[in-house]
């Protein structure tokens, strides 16, 4: 019969198997799918060359009806999609097919817990986020953009909340669809999302109930946010919205996920 007195001293003997601290867990997983993002393709061009390409050209063509500095109104419109390319559709595709391939039902049978593996998707994605915006940011300052420290500072925040929003939805589709449809619905939303966000920028153009009704989809919500962000101005009416969309999102996310 065993005591306490028994038993070694921890370590004594190798290997000492336990499990990793929860941070080395996420990180281990973040990075992982941040390699994997930034190795594709496909996400690479919907979630960066597409947003600079937009930049650039709405800044320069001859477009009118965007006011004499036009690039402070572009600026804030491509951030939008480029967090909606990067949160929303790049992640719902990436988790349908992660789903189809069995790749979610084999990290969900390791230790990682569903936290781990979901938090690690959100990091990975945040941090594309910010990359995003910084290059973007450059671009927008070199073709004439000037924000103010406050502007940036607000404009961060917004874009943070966008993020949540946009990921939850992301999480939410690609959860629980199966992959070619979450392909297809992904990106018939995107371009969908994409025209309803263009009557916020046209609203001296259109109905103002119709540049109201534009701003309760959250593509639309998050463009007049950052617009008035960089004024120094608080958007109430987007900002909720975009909340409600992320509480309804993850709610029905962590309900609804399936790893296979």
């Known amino acids: 019969m065993t005591t306490e007195t028994d038993r070694f001293a921890p370590g004594t003997f190798t290997p000492d198997p336990r499990p990793a601290p929860r941070a080395a867990m996420l990180a281990a997983q973040t990075r992982m799918e941040l390699i994997l993002l930034l190795r594709n393709g496909e996400q690479l061009l919907l979630t960066m060359f597409i947003p600079i390409a937009l930049l650039i050209g709405l800044t320069l063509l001859p477009i009118s009806g965007l006011g004499e500095h036009r690039v402070d109104r572009i600026v804030p419109a491509v951030m939008m999609v480029a967090i909606m390319s990067t949160a929303f559709t790049g992640q719902a595709i990436a988790v349908g097919f992660d789903r189809r391939y069995g790749a979610l039902k084999r990290l969900g049978a390791t230790a990682l817990p ?20 910084i290059l973007l940011g450059l671009i927008g300052v070199a073709l004439g953009w000037r924000p103010s420290l406050g502007g940036l500072v607000c404009g961060a925040a917004v874009i943070a909340l966008g993020t949540a929003t946009f990921a939850a939805l992301g999480l939410l589709l690609g959860g629980t669809l199966k992959a070619e449809v979450v392909l297809a619905l992904a990106n018939i939303l995107w371009f969908v999302m994409l025209g309803t966000s263009s009557l916020v920028f046209a609203a001296e153009n259109v109905p103002h109930w119709l540049s109201l009704a534009a701003r309760v989809v959250p593509s639309g919500a998050l463009a007049q946010a950052l617009e008035q962000a960089q004024k120094l101005t608080v958007d109430w009416y987007g900002l909720t919205v975009l909340t409600a969309w992320g509480l309804l999102a993850a709610t029905l996310a962590t309900r609804w996920f399936r790893f296979e």
Do not use: D, E, H, P
């Open 114 to 133: 569903r936290w781990g593996i979901v938090g690690g998707k959100c990091a990975a994605v945040l941090i594309v986020v910010v990359l995003q915006s």
